[in-house]
């Protein structure tokens, strides 16, 4: 400590430190990694913070800060990882956050009273493979651009220096890197196997419209978590692209529609929740979907294993496909019988119409009903 422009990790993480932080930090310009988290520190995050241009690692989660995020902090360029989950800070997620730190793989915001739009600016994170802004104040819609997120395109592993760095003691050699993730319903701490976990969870905010077609290009994302907003319309018919999802909840919302189809052919998938919408119809068949819990579909008029109710054809009917009845005048019209009073109509007018207004016609007509008449009495009278 009596040398700190040459420290390159701090860990204080996990202690009883309280009080404010110092703006002292402009002495500590090599430093690579630094954990405060899991602490009582308050008060807001001091601008001199902003000089650390060699940080890579911020863990300042699990405390009582409050405040804005510091504009200093863009000036932190080689920022691989800022955790400020679990604090009291506010305002609007900063959008120099996707300007300027481009090299970001982990950013979590869960847990604070950030508001606003998610910003756009965000998307030219294309290394980014943990977004976390669960449980804010966010509105507004998830924003189309989300497919720009390239790491999380594709199931392949990036390989990030630091997380092959370890701190050696005498007795044994640990990765100094770990990340308390949400996953599959439950909080995981990875460490080893950081690099290879890509998720997004914006579940617990405030957002609306649907859900982007956009996202369900992310083929190696694995969890995927937009719970507890105001989201409504279908859920997109290509959700079947996301091969290497494992969880998806998209509970207590206002989805409609059925149940696409490709869903089925997420082998992959073990947790899905999709209770507390407006969805309609069968739950699509597969061994992932017929084995979860009933209790994942409930709050829907949906039919089908796992749910006690059987499908009849009307339950599996989409509304779309209903028989409506057209309506005329404010009063329901039978097109059955309609159908009938113009074909009386266009009938008569085929036979007797020319009879009507051709005289020659009307002419040779009668006198052909003459000569058949003639022959018609002189069949009876052979008759009798």
Known sequence: MNEPKNMQFLNLGKNLLSGKLSNCWMMWKNLYALNLGKNNFTGSIPTSIGSLVSLSYLHLDNNRFSGKLPSSLENCKQLVTIDV??????????????????????????????????????????SLQILDLSHNKLFGSIPKCVHNFSAMATSNSL????????????????????????????????STTLQLVKIIDLSNNNLSGEIPEEVMHLKGLQSLDLSFNNLIGRIPENIGDMGSVESIDFSSNQLSGQIPQSMSSLTFLSRLNLSNNNLIG?????????????????GNKLCGPPLIDNCTIKDVQPNTEKKERKAFSGVDVDWFYVSMALGFVVGFWV?????????????????FLDHLGYKLRGLVAQTW
């Open 159 to 190: 390989d990030y220096p630091f997380y092959s760095f370890q701190r050696s003691t005498e007795y044994s050699s640990e990765p100094i890197e770990s990340q308390l993730v949400a996953i599959k319903g439950k909080y995981l701490e990875y």
């Open 282 to 298: 069968k739950i699509p068949s597969s061994t992932q979907l017929q084995s979860l819990d009933a209790s994942n579909f409930f």
């Open 85 to 126: 989950a679990k604090n009291d800070f506010v305002g609007s997620i900063p959008s120099w956050i996707g300007h300027r730190l481009s090299s970001l793989v982990i950013l979590d915001l869960h847990s604070n009273n950030f508001h606003g739009h998610i910003p756009e600016e965000l998307c030219s994170l294309t």
């Open 351 to 367: 036979v007797l119409g020319p009879l009507l207004l051709n005289k020659q016609w009307r002419f040779l007509y009668f006198q």
